[in-house]
Nanobody, 122 residues
């Protein structure tokens, strides 16, 4: 009953930019933290960036200074602006939200998007 839909992935040359979006919809009461994780082939999924409902942010060391996470609480949407992209940023990027549904306002659950491919290559 809750969906996270990502968009904005694609192929970009090294040094280029992409902007990912993730919109949460469904029976949502409120959203706590939202974040972007990524998983490269043969590697574990890792946190790229996260943002709280109050706007506090956290970044992986590998993306600091290049990626910017933001959110629009009115639209239940989180964004990831990725600049100065490197080949090692190539991965499937997953949106995550820790949220309360309208059916259960006492316990927050994690929800995931389906993933969007980002490929950085010349």
């Amino acid at each position: 009953q809750v969906q996270l839909v990502e968009s904005g992935g694609g192929l970009v040359q090294p040094g280029g930019s992409l902007r990912l979006s993730c919109a949460a919809s469904g029976s949502i009461f409120s959203i706590n933290a939202m974040g972007w994780y990524r998983q490269a082939p043969g590697k574990q999924r890792e946190l790229a960036a996260a943002i709280t409902s109050g706007g506090s942010t956290n970044y992986a060391d590998s993306v600091k200074g290049r990626f910017t996470i933001s959110r629009d609480n009115a639209k239940n949407t989180v964004y990831l602006q990725m600049n100065s992209l490197k080949p090692e940023d190539t991965a499937v990027y997953y949106c995550n939200a820790d949220l309360f549904t309208s059916d259960d306002t006492t316990f927050a659950y994690d929800y995931w998007g389906q993933g969007t491919q980002v490929t950085v290559s010349s």
